[in-house]
C-alpha cells in the first residue's frame, strides 16, 4: 500500500509563485510515474504534469513554460514548482503515482490564485 501527503497549496496573487510537493509512503519498490493532476470547479480532472523515473516530463499545454515537475526518488517525493500563476490555475491538485501495477492519489491541496 502507497500513502501519498501532498503540501505547499494555498492563496496567491497572480503572477505568484507555489511549490507543491507530494511524498510517498508505504510498501513499494520504487515507481514508473509521478505527477499531478488538478480539477477545478465543475470540470473534469485533468493532467498538469508526469514525470518518468528516468526523468521524462510531459506538461499540459497550459503548463508549459510556467511550471517545472520535478522528483527525488530517494525521498520518493514529487515537487510541482508554479510560476506566474494565473487566476484559470484555480484547482484542487492531486499528485498521483504508479508503481507499474497501479495508480494511487493524494488527498489533494487547494491552489486559489487572486486576481
Known amino acids: 500500500q502507497v500513502q501519498l501527503v501532498e503540501s505547499g497549496g494555498g492563496l496567491v496573487q497572480a503572477g505568484g509563485s507555489l511549490r507543491l510537493s507530494c511524498a510517498a509512503s508505504?510498501?513499494?519498490?520504487?515507481?514508473?510515474?509521478m505527477g499531478w493532476y488538478r480539477q477545478a470547479p465543475g470540470k473534469q480532472r485533468q493532467l498538469v504534469a508526469r514525470?518518468?523515473?528516468?526523468?521524462?516530463?510531459n506538461y499540459a499545454d497550459s503548463a508549459k513554460g510556467r511550471f517545472t515537475i520535478s522528483r527525488d526518488n530517494a525521498k520518493n517525493t514529487v515537487y510541482l514548482q508554479m510560476n506566474t500563476l494565473k487566476p484559470e490555475d484555480t484547482a484542487v491538485y492531486y499528485c498521483?503515482?504508479?508503481?507499474?501495477?497501479?495508480?494511487?492519489w493524494g488527498q489533494g491541496t487547494q491552489v486559489t490564485v487572486s486576481s
Open positions: 514525470i518518468t523515473s528516468s526523468g521524462t516530463t
Open positions: 498521483y503515482v504508479n508503481n507499474w501495477t497501479r495508480d494511487y
Open positions: 508505504g510498501s513499494f519498490f520504487g515507481f514508473n510515474f
